[in-house]
């Protein structure tokens, strides 16, 4: 499916990432990143394989350091994106045979984990000001600052996203339904995957009733799955995104499925769409919105829903208090995949729409283990077809971003340190 839209490249070659330059060495943050790994490893079921002579955790999964003064220095910087850039400039790696998702969810179970959710103990918390950034401010998330956010991401190379999706091209949590999707994960297959999500966005259009004749509109509509799948049951749909490539590839697929005449796409933010529908629907949406807008979204579902209307909003949550610890601060997330975006709590998405609109937010579903396996074919996807998306201009730097990207966010989905939800709107 390479041949969809000529790739757009923002990663060419390695030197083209400065920031992961190896940071000027300071030795008091280099003895208090040593000493942070020391604390974390102490009863942490894995190991950190610092050099040939330090070795620390209670064994399991083990990653081993190749640059320890490279590591230390990152860590020492800052907190929230030292880890994750150690990793794609390559100062540490999983010991072979060990998944790189597995190695990360000790760590992850600590933060999910109500009696362990610190890494560190409570006097080592009070000094992380000292190596915790705050997100920039060119991050913020008005019109143009959200346009070019999701830009950066939505728009990077749609042969790119072509390669480890399925052929509907649905970027969100799959429903695999029954059992436990993440008892074994090693059988996740990219075979299951696309009834999985067919499964899914039937989910969505039979909560808001759906049906032939019914006016939808769908905020942040990707590449027009959930779009296509309303309009083959007979429904108007106005599908919306901000991402230019992504929008030009929507009407592709719309056109393909033979339902043209039924969605219309709109390079459009959603604060300026007009209209009344009877199901307003937004997948995966809400984390890219920031908190600053997140009563301005529900304002805007509102709005546009006709009476009797109801909405479905699909989203990534986290525990209040982790939302509430990080939300000034910049992670590696925010860094080098989602800038300007923001996981919201389930607490407050109850809380902002009772507060600043008529809606009541009720959840119906819960897919964090549905998300976890999901990423996991995904990843086996990515890394099975790395040659075909290397030879889009990407490098190894990329890889292993995306690779750990991928891994993060499924050790945070088995651990339930995130969550993925289906909510139903409805007026009070």
Known sequence: MTDLLPAVVHQPATETWPSLAPPRSNPVRRYGAATAIKLIAKDLPATIHLDSNRSYGLGGPAMRVHRTSAFLDRLGQDAGSGFGEAYLAGDWDPEPGTDLADLLVPFAERFSNEETRHLLPKWAQSLRWLVTRSQPGEQENDRAGARENISRHYD?????????????????????GGGDPTADLATASYDELTAAQLRKLDSILDAAGVRSG?????????????????????????????ASQQALLAQRKIAEAGVGDRVQVALRDYRDQIGEFDAVLSVEMIEAVGEKYWPVYFDAIERRLAPGGVGVVQAIVMPHERMLATRNTFTWVQ???????????????????????????EVIRHLGPDYARTLRVWRNRFIEHWPAIGALGFDDTFRRMWEFYLAYSEAGFRTGYLDDVQLLLTRR
């Open 156 to 176: 990077l190379s749609n042969p790119m996203f072509s390669e480890f999706l399925d052929p509907t091209l649905t970027y969100s949590a799959a429903y695999f």
């Open 214 to 242: 019914s006016r939808v509109l769908d905020i942040g509509c990707g590449w027009a799955s959930l779009a296509i799948r309303a309009a083959q049951r007979g429904a108007w749909v106005t599908a919306i995104t901000i």
């Open 335 to 361: 860094k080098y995949i989602f800038p300007g975006g923001l996981i919201p709590s389930i607490k407050v998405i109850e809380d902002v729409t009772a507060q600043h609109t008529g809606l009541r937010a």
